[in-house]
């Protein structure tokens, strides 16, 4: 299993170093040490918390969807012309942008400030990994 030091599983959990520390500390999550001695964190159970603390956004509508990704977020920049829109949320630590008629953003009553919710369907999802080890 890869071993993730406590800046780095904080940076992906979107918390301080501190409450990665303080969770080591009750109980919650488990850590050992690498073969610097330095403190790690196992990523299986790393995954395992941030599955766990996901917070999943309350779907007022009773339609179900295929859509699994859903990005609660703030409208950032609305950029249109007659026909088209790009809209730009910040969702926590994420920059989601989508392209869309300026009709939809009418529609949708969208303008800078606005809640809204980026539904992300894809038929391609690339995935990487870093390249180097801090």
């Given at each position: 299993?890869?071993?993730?030091?406590?800046?780095?599983?904080?940076?992906?959990?979107?918390?301080?170093?501190?409450?990665?520390?303080?969770?080591?500390?009750?109980?919650?999550?488990?850590?050992?040490?690498?073969?610097?001695?330095?403190?790690?964190?196992?990523?299986?159970?790393?995954?395992?918390?941030?599955?766990?603390?996901?917070?999943?956004?309350?779907?007022?509508?009773?339609?179900g969807?295929?859509?699994?990704?859903?990005?609660?977020?703030?409208?950032?920049?609305?950029?249109a012309?007659?026909?088209?829109?790009?809209?730009?949320?910040?969702?926590?630590?994420?920059r989601?942008?989508?392209?869309?008629?300026?009709?939809?953003?009418?529609?949708?009553?969208?303008?800078?400030?606005?809640?809204?919710?980026?539904?992300?369907?894809?038929?391609?999802?690339?995935?990487?990994?870093?390249?180097?080890?801090?």
């Amino acid at each position: 299993m890869p071993q993730i030091r406590i800046k780095q599983a904080a940076l992906y959990l979107g918390v301080s170093d501190d409450t990665v520390r303080r969770w080591i500390e009750s109980g919650v999550i488990e850590s050992g040490r690498d073969d610097a001695g330095r403190t790690v964190i196992d990523g299986f159970e790393l995954a395992q918390l941030a599955k766990q603390n996901a917070v999943l956004p309350a779907d007022p509508s009773d339609i179900g969807r295929s859509a699994r990704n859903r990005f609660v977020g703030i409208v950032t920049d609305i950029v249109a012309d007659r026909v088209m829109a790009q809209v730009e949320l910040q969702c926590g630590p994420h920059r989601v942008v989508s392209l869309m008629s300026s009709e939809a953003v009418r529609e949708l009553g969208l303008e800078l400030g606005s809640v809204a919710i980026a539904v992300v369907k894809a038929t391609t999802v690339i995935v990487e990994t870093p390249t180097g080890k801090d």
